[in-house]
């Protein structure tokens, strides 16, 4: 029996290379609405030479829209990362001075983590 998706109900991921320290980062993630996965599909397209992707701008884009909020985030001088979602194309997403914080290889593991939701996959981290 299929299980309605609830783009609002939060999972909480912890990255995996903090998992098993004192005090982890928790950030607060939702599967993505049909309209922004929609749309994410939309932008990989065929080229002449194979498969195009834009995967570093679906990686972003699902990032921005899937992540919440987040607990015990902080800075390299220990004060917590604040900041507020903003009015995106699609909803409420992360501004770009969010994103900016995140090095590439947490946004491609969130990212990763917002797709599985979306597919109704359980969560790997918690």
């Known amino acids: 029996m299929p299980i309605a998706l609830d783009p609002e109900e939060l999972h909480p991921y912890i990255l995996e290379s903090d998992r098993g320290t004192d ?13 922004i996965r929609r749309t994410l599909r939309d932008g990989v397209g065929l080229s002449e030479t194979g498969v195009k992707a834009d995967l570093g701008r679906i990686d972003h884009t699902r990032v921005q829209y899937g992540l919440v909020r987040w607990d015990n985030w902080l800075t390299v001088g220990g004060e917590p990362v604040e900041g507020e979602r903003v009015k995106g194309e699609f909803g ?3 501004p770009d001075a969010i994103m900016d914080r995140l090095r590439e290889s947490e946004i491609m593991e969130l990212a990763a983590e ?13």
């Open 23 to 35: 005090s982890p980062t928790v950030f607060h993630l939702r599967p993505l609405p049909a309209r």
């Open 92 to 94: 409420m997403r992360q």
């Open 114 to 126: 917002v797709d599985r939701l979306g597919r109704l996959d359980p969560p790997s981290g918690s």
